[in-house]
């Protein structure tokens, strides 16, 4: 396994103020719950919050990912430097994050000296296949995708590109290995599924003890895609069977209506007492929403975009977890540049750019996502391109 990053310890301080966690598991309607069944010895019983024991096996794990400081970006080196006059395609979708994806990507190439073709694949299953036909029309030397579709969806286009051309996935929530034209992954099923694990740990460490009922905003166009709220679900019925979760279904084409959905479902469900995400911009305006409604509750999400980091430092938002925006792009352009030197970059760490983000430690400039200092030199010194 390749390593990414180096974590620092965490100070079991910080549990104090990371107030919050996740949820929330998706089945058909527009809402529907889940409650945990006995699975450990740590969890709760007779129908009260996670016990004395689940919260310290929370908390041992939680210090393993939750760093009080940055981390430290370790890219892997190329072996040559990175091919000169590239076109790269990148199929990009039109939430905030992606957006921000596309424009680091935008950074990298022009510092590698290639041309950017940025083709919008929108956020339903018919625009995101309209985008892959563009795709397959006019390639380009490279071509990086960021997964909002189960892939066998949109896999028979990635066959039809040219075998010369690679193709890089960024943040499937599958396993690739049965899609061998997949070259290289960048954030992947493991590190979207540790997220939930340790949201839920978070969730558990954080409760004080008493039950909890989460509400998972999600939109149903990416079930299956994201696995981080089923990790989260199926860690925290195992740590607390008495806690509970469930799905508040909205879409992200018709984001208006988010906010009055989420409100109109904690009135009616007075007990639920986190609110969660798999995308930060499906939160936005949520938060400010519940506060002006009278509704305190602890609200989380990963995938963050400035929006939320907002939202933290006013108060109205908990925590989130970042999702590299920043760095990612790099990652992915570095896998590209190996695979067009025939080189196989080796599988990512699935920890990768794990960061969570409270009050506590809010970056000074919340007007962007986090960004790791220095991340951008350290690639370059590793593609051989810096000193």
Not at 88 to 116: E, R
Not at 281 to 287: D, K
């Given at each position: 396994m390749r390593p990414r990053t180096?974590?620092?310890?965490?100070?079991?301080?910080?549990?104090?103020?990371?107030?919050?966690?996740?949820?929330?598991?998706?089945?058909?309607?527009?809402?529907?719950?889940?409650?945990?069944?006995?699975?450990?010895?740590?969890?709760?019983?007779?129908?009260?919050?996670?016990?004395?024991?689940?919260?310290?096996?929370?908390?041992?794990?939680?210090?393993?990912?939750?760093?009080?400081?940055?981390?430290?970006?370790?890219?892997?080196?190329?072996?040559?430097?990175?091919?000169?006059?590239?076109?790269?395609?990148?199929?990009?979708?039109?939430?905030?994050?992606?957006?921000?994806?596309?424009?680091?990507?935008?950074?990298?190439?022009?510092?590698?000296?290639?041309?950017?073709?940025?083709?919008?694949?929108?956020?339903?299953?018919?625009?995101i296949i309209s985008a892959f036909k563009q795709a397959d029309a006019n390639p380009g030397d490279a071509v990086i995708d960021i997964g909002l579709l189960p892939i066998a969806a949109y896999y028979p286009y990635v066959q039809k590109l040219p075998a010369k051309v690679p193709f890089v996935l960024v943040a499937p929530g599958q396993d690739t290995s049965p899609y061998p034209r997949i070259g290289f992954t960048a954030s992947g099923i493991n590190e979207l599924e540790l997220q939930g694990k340790v949201m839920a740990d978070w969730a558990v460490a954080t409760s004080g003890g008493k039950v909890i009922h989460s509400a998972d905003v999600e939109d149903p166009t990416l079930t299956g895609v994201y696995p981080t709220v089923t990790a989260y679900t199926a860690r925290l019925q195992q740590l607390c069977p008495s806690c509970t979760s469930?799905?508040?279904?909205?879409?992200?084409?018709?984001?208006?209506?988010?906010?009055?959905?989420?409100?109109?479902?904690?009135?009616?469900?007075?007990?639920?007492?986190?609110?969660?995400?798999?995308?930060?911009?499906?939160?936005?305006?949520?938060?400010?929403?519940?506060?002006?409604a009278g509704i305190h509750v602890k609200i989380t999400a990963r995938a963050e975009d400035a929006a939320n980091l907002g939202d933290i430092q006013a108060g109205l938002m908990t925590s989130v977890i970042t999702s590299e925006v920043n760095e990612e792009p790099w990652l992915a352009v570095g896998g590209v540049a190996m695979l067009l030197n025939g080189q196989k970059p080796n599988p990512v760490d699935p920890i990768g750019v794990f960061h969570l983000i409270t009050k506590a430690n809010l970056p000074a400039n919340t007007s962007q996502v986090y960004t790791v200092p220095g991340y951008e030199q350290e690639y370059l010194k590793a593609w051989g391109l810096s000193s």
């Open positions: 180096k974590r620092l310890e965490m100070s079991l301080a910080v549990l104090a103020v990371l107030a919050a966690a996740v949820a929330g598991c998706s089945s058909s309607g527009g809402t529907s719950s889940s409650a945990g069944s006995p699975a450990s010895a740590a969890a709760a019983g007779g129908g009260g919050g996670p016990s004395a024991a689940a919260i310290a096996q929370a908390k041992a794990e939680l210090a393993k990912y939750a760093p009080t400081g940055d981390p430290v970006i370790v890219p892997e080196k190329l072996n040559s430097p990175p091919p000169k006059g590239i076109k790269l395609t990148l199929i990009s979708c039109s939430v905030p994050a992606c957006t921000s994806f596309a424009q680091q990507t935008a950074v990298v190439t022009k510092a590698l000296g290639w041309t950017l073709n940025v083709i919008n694949e929108g956020v339903t299953p018919q625009t469930a799905n508040v279904q909205v879409s992200t084409a018709q984001n208006n209506n988010i906010a009055p959905t989420v409100v109109n479902y904690m009135e009616s469900h007075s007990d639920t007492n986190y609110v969660v995400s798999e995308l930060g911009s499906l939160l936005n305006g949520v938060p400010a929403a519940l506060n002006q």
